[in-house]
């Protein structure tokens, strides 16, 4: 019997008054963080993109059962649409424009009018949000639509070569027509502003924030942002597990033909589950853009993408508390291991003989496999056994002999 | 024209080693219906096994002509990578053999991460300089350059196809392995024992991946613990798109998908007026393969459709 119990149906007394006392930890957890620095709020403030991150693609591979290996591409076009949209850099498109092409150019700039031309657009929030999730929703229907009708292996090799060719793009697109930046990536994006608050702190406040009497740091307002954000994933995705579509999807993992003998639409429910997990990739990539102020296409690589796999691997296919579980440790895992197993090897051997960052990757390549073999549902599976994924294939007569 | 030919040339040198990766995947896909996630990360052990070896021969036998340190840096690296492909097999995709398809592709993620970090680890992490054994004077062909090395890798190419063609047709081995591709249960109850072929299959695989590898470094001089992950995605597409399972699509997917990329390379600058440039070359791959997938998704020769859920 576990002290925390979120179990609604049954325990609801107990799962509310669990999710009372979680809801204050972590109301109370960055004031307590913070005294040991902000740059550990900052961490957290990082693991929870990379939650939201998880939770996007719990949806699509979790759910679903389609493995996508590039994620992180949404989350890319969510960070570069507000790169676009909320810095200087549209002044830098025009100007490219003018220069490749004058009579577009300056009908361009006719439409736009001087104060775009010279300090590009800057949307708030409530219309960047929108349109990252739709923009990277478009996109990941627009990669599913030739793909989802074919076998799940083919697709992951799609999704990977896509994740690549939105990198190649980022890193090419400055030329002649600078959209990107190119590898430099795009500097000076808008902070969040919401009601009118600065969540990065007013100029000459030293980064802190202000609301009313009250004042934190700017780490700290970006926690509960990030922080609220994520809690509204966790309800919509769960909403959406139980849902009508949300049993297709699981229909569709377990038994594809199955499900479209039961009269599921499987590609139109498919490219949903695709293109609802790249609109959440979307809205991270968003929240990532305005929090560094600062994109670039090193941050898309594919080693993040298989990181964001990783968290949903090992915390549990499918089960959402698993994958915050999941995201939660290997999002602090380069941190605990800068910060204890390197100072360990330097006090026993004297020298570090394993860079953290290697120890990463090692542990995060471990991690896929020992948990594929040994417990394929993850660390926290999901309770009821329907929701797992499938152990093992049943017998489909081209299967091999024990 | 002279540049036409240049390209064409290139491409066939490209796309033979695309061909000899993608035999490697579609063999095993053929028999498994698995996609061996870490192959390329196996070519790029055979590059650091023969970069090593070629180091070795260095101060140990100095002076030995660049053929013949070629030819010893891939005889060390075809057991080296047949060793790897074995333990990863054994590893990662034995035990899920029955299991649904998403596990096997996750272990072989892993797998190649693993491979990746314990290179980085073994031979560093920046990319290290092969060295240049054959003459670099290059020979010209109808107005069009090739090198010694580029020209040594098209016949070892040829060669190590023959040679597959030959196994795979002639030989009882050869016969077992179609036979398990065919049906596995069946060719068990006929007496095959399907360990045997799958462990035979991903040997032969890692072996061309070896010789792929160590010309791979030869012909770029330069190798990095990263460097399989490209040319194993593309050799994956090239074995997609012509037709996965099949030996000959793989083959012919290869060399088009060479050709492909360097035409494509060489002509896009003046096809979309300046706006994208040759910087856009990988993107070819994968272009072909969504076209592939929407068009043909059985491929150049591919017979029955991959799709059997």
Redesign the interface.
Known sequence: MAILNFDVQNQPRQAYASMAVLLVGLLVFPFVAAQFGNSWVRIIDIALLYIMLALGLNIV?GFA?L?D?GYIAFFAVGAYITGLFASPQFAALLESIVNYSPWLGNALVAIMGPDIVQNGIHLSVWLIVPIAAVVAGLFGALLGA??L??????L???T???G??IR?FM??LN???NFTNGPQGINGIDPIRIFNVNLAGEAGSRANVVIGDFSMPSVNAYYFLFLALCIAIVFVTSRLQHSRLGRAWVAIRE???AAKAMGINTRNVKLLAFSMGASFGGVAGAMFASFQGFVSPESFS?TES?AV?AMV?LGGIGHIPGVIMGGVLLAALPEVLRHVVEPAQMAIFGQVV?ESE?LR??L??????LI??NR?AGLWPSPKHEDR?????T?K?????? | MDTFIQQIINGLVLGSMYALIALGYTMVYGVL???NFAHGDVLMIGAMVGLTILTLLETFAPGLPGYVDLFIAIAGAVPACILVNIIIER??YR?????????????A??????L??FA??IWGRSPLPFPQLLSTEPIMIGGALISQTQLLLLALAALAMVALVVLVEKTRMGRAMRATAE???VA?LMGVD?NMVIVATFAIGAALAAIAGVMWGANYASIAFAMG??PG?KA??AA?LGGIGNIYGAMIGGILLGIIESLGAGYIGDLTG??L?S??Q??F???V??IV??IR?SGIMGERV????
């Open positions: 591979v059962g493995l290996l030739p793909t009708k074919l076998r799940g292996d083919y992951a090799i799609v990977l070569g896509f690549e060719i190649i890193n090419n030329d002649p027509i038994d594809e033909i594919l298989i796999l691997v394993i290697v990757q090692l995060y390549g471990l991690a896929l496999v594929m073999l394929p994924p499938q152990a093992a294939d017998n007569g081209d299967t091999f002999p024990a | 219906n698995l996609i590893i990662a035990r899920l053999r029955n299991a649904p398809r998403l596990a096997p592709l996750i272990t993620i892993g797998v190649s991460i693993l990746q970090t980085m680890m049906n596995p249960r068990g399907s992950t490209l995605l994956f597409c997609v300046g706006f440039g910087h856009y990988d993107i791959a994968f272009v393969l969504i997938l929407t998704p991959a799709d059997r859920a």
